[in-house]
């Protein structure tokens, strides 16, 4: 069976600080896709990072980072000097290759940035 | 123009009322999707459709409806609701069909059936 899970709920940090949100997978294939994903407030969700299970090289992208490790089967995103306009909910997803209709999103995790 | 628009933005019905929303969208993209979200909940994929052919139903009860007049706009026809459906019905689209093809998503219609 294919399972994401984000064990954090809600996250709470005051900004410039460092967070990162866990994400762990389960799936006996060995072609997937994982993609990172965030809904602020307005509602919409927006599209952040989508990698396959054969590249697990480590991706930065200004004050983002997601750190792939299939020995752990976990694809955690680390923001660095957090700011306000980072407050969203953020969804960790699978997609198997073999079935590239369905995906499967994790609970979520609620990040609030204080001033 | 990489936006998808979604009309209306909150949506108030009665169990009885037939009603419909509305998705728009201009970057040329085949793949169009329907997703419904509760209340602190992941959302839930209803509908896909490619090149404008309904490609995937999730098992979704038959009061809710889509339709795709052409490759730009997506309906999703409402009739008969429960309460239960109230929740924020997403819109989505991607260059080709595939879960794993880069999604853009619509600020979502959020839908109360009283």
């Known amino acids: 069976a294919q399972k994401v899970t984000q064990a954090q709920t809600e996250i709470s940090v005051v900004e410039k600080e460092d967070v990162t949100l866990d994400c762990v997978y389960e799936?006996?294939?060995?072609?997937?896709?994982l993609f990172w994903y965030k809904q602020p407030p307005s509602g919409e969700l927006v599209f952040l990072i989508r990698?396959?299970?054969?590249?697990?090289q480590n991706e930065i992208s200004g004050r983002y980072s997601w750190n792939f490790q299939k020995s752990t089967s976990s694809f955690n995103f680390t923001h660095t000097a957090s700011q306000v306009v980072d407050s969203a909910v953020y969804f960790c997803?699978?997609?198997?290759?073999?079935?590239?209709?369905?995906?499967?999103f994790g609970s979520g995790t609620r990040l609030s940035i204080r001033p | 123009d990489t936006e998808v628009t979604q009309t209306p933005k909150h949506l108030v019905m009665g169990m009885t009322n037939k009603k419909s929303l509305k998705c728009e969208q201009h970057?040329?993209?085949?793949?169009m999707y329907w997703y419904k979200q509760k209340a602190k909940k992941p959302p839930e994929l209803m509908f896909v459709?490619?090149?404008?052919?309904?490609?995937i139903n999730e098992s979704v009860p038959s009061r809710f409806s889509p339709e795709c007049p052409n490759s730009s706009l997506l309906n999703l026809h409402l009739h008969a609701l429960q309460p239960e459906d109230s929740a924020l019905y997403l819109c989505?689209?991607?260059?080709?069909?595939?879960?794993?093809?880069?999604?853009?998503f619509g600020p979502g219609t959020r839908l109360t059936v009283l």
């Open positions: 989505a689209s991607s260059q080709e069909f595939g879960l794993n093809n880069e999604q853009f």
């Open positions: 799936t006996r294939d060995t072609t997937y896709y």
């Open positions: 990698r396959n299970s054969f590249d697990e």
């Open positions: 997803a699978l997609i198997l290759y073999s079935s590239a209709s369905k995906i499967i």
């Open positions: 970057m040329g993209h085949r793949a």
């Open positions: 459709y490619s090149y404008e052919k309904l490609s």
